[in-house]
């Protein structure tokens, strides 16, 4: 890597165990007297820490307007919430409409406006849209970034213009939709201007109703437009909610998966694994992947994909490891894909087939068995195969699953 490389040993407190640090720095610190050597050591490693100094989530501030809004503002009910998404939906300014989300109860009335950032400055906003085709606007200008890219400048090409886009733009760099979000919600633990806790509960409970409007207003639209890159939010970059029936207001943002002190690197041992995989070019076990996709899927909301794919992880390995136990036993491939064809089900496969491979089974878990046949198995054949509704503590669960009997088919005994 070009740097020299200096080991310590550190402590949080003087009964933690000691952790090992390599530091990295282009100084040569070994040349320096020895007193000098060691306190310039310290002082640079005095720059980390073992655990985040700081985890942020929202930053903002509660108070409340000298002249309440009117009700036309309000659009006919008693929470506002105003985010900004990091797609621009290609919908007419100031557009109102009903929104009824399926399976929640949830009624909320919403308005869409796109909004130029400051490297489009000069764009127009005249609008228009035609009947039966896409309509672009005329008269753009670009200006290009400079070549090559200074480093600082981040990942993205330093582009700006006027009445240009990035296609698919998933960041709203030139352009990205505001949206103003009206629902009614019981605020009778809000009168009280002391009690912080009801506040910031009715901050959060605000905020999870406008994020599903959100991704249900999302969903419908990539289902009528057929635009692929508008997917479900984990938490919308919310700037205002006002509480009319007691005039409070909260305004600041609240960060989606928060904020957190800079990782340096990742462990020594992660970083070691990486570059043995990757210099061997070793493939990445297709289940653990899938694993990830499923977590990832839930923190979009996708429920529907995080059940699929984490179910699709499990039936993967598990496949993999019969077909090798199999193999030890001394069968061929033609005859190991007869006896899995034969087993279709993924309950059969881990009872009886595992069974016949190992001599045990993860049914041999009896609590485990039934949480897993219902939680897991049941659920997602009702949600696959007959459209049954789905919750995102259900989808979790499902998930949670899948990855705890991949970690009890690792632990029998394949050998």
């Known amino acids: 890597?070009?740097?020299?490389?200096?080991?310590?040993?550190?402590?949080?407190?003087?009964?933690?165990?000691?952790?090992?640090?390599?530091?990295?720095?282009?100084?040569?610190?070994?040349?320096?007297?020895?007193?000098?050597?060691?306190?310039?050591?310290?002082?640079?490693?005095?720059?980390?820490?073992?655990?985040?100094?700081?985890?942020?989530?929202?930053?903002?501030?509660?108070?409340?307007?000298?002249?309440?809004?009117?009700?036309?503002?309000?659009?006919?009910?008693?929470?506002?919430?105003?985010?900004?998404?990091?797609?621009?939906?290609?919908?007419?300014?100031?557009?109102?409409?009903?929104?009824?989300?399926?399976?929640?109860?949830?009624?909320?009335?919403?308005?869409?406006?796109?909004?130029?950032?400051?490297?489009?400055?000069?764009?127009?906003?005249?609008?228009?849209?035609?009947?039966?085709?896409?309509?672009?606007?005329?008269?753009?200008?670009?200006?290009?970034?400079?070549?090559?890219?200074?480093?600082?400048?981040?990942?993205?090409?330093?582009?700006?213009?006027?009445?240009?886009?990035?296609?698919?733009?998933?960041?709203?760099?030139?352009?990205?939709?505001?949206?103003?979000?009206?629902?009614?919600?019981?605020?009778?633990?809000?009168?009280?201007?002391?009690?912080?806790?009801?506040?910031?509960?009715?901050?959060?409970?605000?905020?999870?109703?406008?994020?599903?409007?959100?991704?249900?207003?999302?969903?419908?639209?990539?289902?009528?437009?057929g635009e692929t890159h508008p997917e479900r939010l984990s938490l919308p970059i919310v700037t205002l909610v006002y509480f009319a029936d007691c005039n409070l207001v909260f305004e600041g943002v609240v960060i989606s998966h928060g904020l957190r002190s800079a990782v340096a690197n990742r462990p020594g041992t992660e970083i070691d694994r990486l570059l043995q995989m990757v210099s061997a070019g070793d493939r990445p076990d297709r289940h653990e992947l899938?694993?990830?996709?499923a977590r990832a899927a839930l923190d979009r909301r996708e429920l529907l994909i995080a059940v699929i794919a984490s179910f699709q992880a499990l039936e993967i390995f598990l496949e993999n490891k019969l077909r090798e136990g199999y193999g030890k036993q001394g069968l061929d491939d033609p005859t190991i894909t007869q006896l899995l064809n034969g087993t279709h089900r993924t309950k059969d496969r881990l009872q009886k087939l595992c069974r016949e491979v190992t001599g045990k089974s993860v049914a041999d878990d009896s609590q485990f068995w039934a949480d897993w046949l219902a939680d897991c198995n049941r659920k997602r054949n009702a949600v696959i195969h007959h459209n049954a509704p789905i919750t995102h503590a259900e989808a979790e669960r499902v998930v949670s699953l899948c990855e705890e009997c991949v970690r009890r088919i690792k632990a029998l005994p394949w050998s």
Request: charge should be negative; hydrophobic fraction near 35%.
């Open 1 to 225: 890597m070009g740097l020299k490389e200096y080991h310590a040993e550190v402590q949080e407190t003087a009964d933690s165990p000691p952790v090992g640090i390599t530091l990295l720095t282009s100084e040569d610190i070994a040349q320096l007297p020895r007193g000098q050597a060691e306190e310039h050591f310290a002082q640079l490693l005095s720059q980390f820490r073992l655990r985040p100094e700081i985890q942020l989530f929202e930053v903002g501030t509660f108070s409340s307007y000298v002249t309440p809004p009117s009700g036309a503002s309000l659009l006919g009910k008693n929470v506002v919430l105003e985010a900004r998404l990091p797609y621009c939906l290609s919908l007419p300014d100031g557009l109102i409409t009903e929104v009824i989300v399926p399976d929640s109860g949830i009624r909320a009335r919403v308005r869409v406006r796109k909004v130029w950032t400051d490297l489009a400055e000069g764009s127009t906003d005249l609008d228009a849209y035609a009947d039966d085709r896409l309509l672009y606007l005329g008269n753009f200008e670009i200006q290009t970034p400079q070549f090559p890219q200074p480093p600082e400048h981040g990942p993205w090409p330093r582009l700006s213009g006027r009445n240009v886009e990035f296609e698919k733009d998933t960041r709203g760099r030139l352009r990205y939709t505001h949206i103003r979000i009206a629902f009614d919600m019981d605020q009778g633990s809000l009168d009280s201007e002391h009690n912080e806790s009801a506040r910031r509960d009715a901050l959060r409970q605000a905020t999870e109703i406008g994020l599903q409007v959100i991704n249900y207003f999302l969903d419908v639209y990539r289902y009528v437009t």
């Open 290 to 293: 899938l694993l990830l996709s």
